[in-house]
């Protein structure tokens, strides 16, 4: 089955604990991108990633880390959490030339 | 001003309604244009891309006016099921940014 897999779904922790959202794509999907959603408010690029090693920064991408060292994967790094990044992330992927993303089911992030 | 504006609603008609939403852009290097529909804060999911030519699908008609920078969903004959955030999504085409309106809130009652 196609997907986009986000781990983990839940997370709560404390500020400034290091932690890694997962994301993995099974449909060898070119580019990737990181979002945050908070209340009333749609979504917002983090990150995003066009292939392998290229990366760019999109609308919000203070305060977090992205890497992608293979095509499947695009993990997003928190290296100090501050509460203020308390908020639910989206994974998506996209076929390059085909601008329709695919999601996976988000992480609700809580940091106190 | 932010790059893509959204009336937020929220819009609560009864079934059987003709519903329109707006949505404006101020890239004009934009190329490519969206809805996608959100349920309680699940993952968004695409409803349908939206053409110069405008298109429909079914009950959702999508119009683009490139001129004025804003498309437009129109949704015919109302459905229960049709309550949920409607996001206008707009990119720079393959360019991979990707920038979404805050959503317009439809409720559809009995």
């Known amino acids: 089955e196609a997907q986009v897999t986000q781990n983990p779904r839940y997370l709560i922790t404390v500020t400034g604990k290091k932690l890694t959202v997962t994301c993995s794509q099974n449909?060898?999907?070119?580019?990737m991108s990181w979002y945050r959603q908070d209340p009333g408010l749609g979504l917002r690029q983090i990150y995003y990633?066009?292939?392998?090693?290229?990366?760019d920064k999109g609308d919000v991408p203070e305060g977090y880390k992205v890497s992608r060292k293979e095509k499947r994967n695009f993990p997003l790094i928190l290296e100090s959490p501050s509460p203020n990044q308390t908020s639910l992330y989206f994974c998506?992927?996209?076929?390059?030339?085909?601008?329709?993303?695919?999601f996976g089911d988000g992480t609700r992030l809580s940091i106190l | 001003r932010k790059e893509v504006e959204q009336d937020p609603g929220p819009f609560n008609v009864p079934e059987g309604a003709t519903v329109a939403f707006n949505c404006t852009y101020s890239?004009?290097?934009?190329?490519?244009f969206f809805w996608y529909r959100q349920d309680c804060r699940k993952e968004p999911k695409l409803l349908m891309s939206?053409?110069?030519s405008g298109n429909e699908d079914g009950r959702f008609t999508a119009q683009l006016n490139r001129a004025s920078q804003y498309i437009s969903l129109l949704i015919r004959d109302s459905k229960l099921s049709d309550s949920a955030t409607y996001l206008c999504?707009?990119?720079?085409?393959?360019?991979?940014?990707?920038?979404f309106g805050d959503g317009t809130t439809l409720t559809v009652k009995p």
């Open positions: 998506a992927s996209s076929l390059k030339g085909e601008p329709v993303q695919h």
């Open positions: 990633s066009m292939n392998v090693e290229v990366t």
């Open positions: 449909m060898n999907h070119e580019y």
């Open positions: 939206v053409y110069s």
């Open positions: 999504v707009v990119n720079i085409f393959n360019a991979g940014k990707s920038t």
């Open positions: 890239n004009s290097a934009s190329q490519s």
